[in-house]
């Protein structure tokens, strides 16, 4: 049984800014804020010569201001692998994204990984790979975490091998496994590892680290929300430039809340 301790978060896509031949902005922004920039000086009905000195005063005053709309018009696309079912089923509640999930009736799951709750996960780095103290009552949380979850993967192949066997239906080839799988996988842990294609501009995803990065929200999520903004703010820096640093620990995150 293969375990995962941390999730991985690749930028897959993000919109382009192609300009305008006659209203112009400055250029000096990356295109994921020169979008919201355009948009809001368009609003303003101030593009150049007459407008603000910088793209970067009138963005940090959009987020000053509130004016978030503008801010929908940039989007960005990750790829997120390494997090578990329970984690995937917090993040669609976040209802202003897109969503592409890994099936679990089309995909096998024989060869399932588990994703450990960062607290687990803590144990079992610490114990596991570094060789280092792990108490009797953090064993026995670990090991019985691991067993059940391998007991729910074999219950789980089992089912699929039996139920293929039945086949009440006579279907053949993918329907059969399709059909097999579906009945099956509700034996499979919320710890599955699941991965997912998630679209969103970038009002969503600061509403996700405000809300998600905070030190009271779940530990797997929040750690995904910190990832998150460590990602997105190397692309859309202005955008992001009101939240406080994130990158030298998840334990210790305060972002501002203000909500855009």
Known sequence: MKIITHPTIQIIAHSIFLSHPEYRIPT???????????????????FLP??????????????????????????????????????????????????SQRSTRYTSEEDAAIVLEPYYAEIYERAIVKNSFMS?????????FLDSCSASLLAYRNQVNELVKLNPNNLTGTPLRKWARGKARQLLPHALE????????LRCWRDFIALRAQPDAEEEIRQLAVMVYDELKDVAPIAFSDFLDLRPTYNSISPTMRKV
């Open 136 to 144: 009797n009552m953090e064993k026995d949380l670990l090991t019985e």
């Open 50 to 99: 007459n407008g603000r000195p910088t793209g970067k005063d009138t963005l940090k005053n959009v987020l000053t201001v509130g004016h978030g709309s503008v801010l929908e018009h940039s989007s960005i696309s990750l790829f997120i692998e390494g997090i578990s079912r329970g984690c995937s089923h917090e993040i669609v509640r976040h209802r202003h994204f897109s969503f």
């Open 194 to 201: 699941t991965r997912m294609t998630v679209t969103g501009n």
């Open 28 to 46: 000096d922004l990356d295109d994921l804020d020169a979008i919201p920039v355009f948009a809001a000086r368009g609003c303003y009905d101030s």
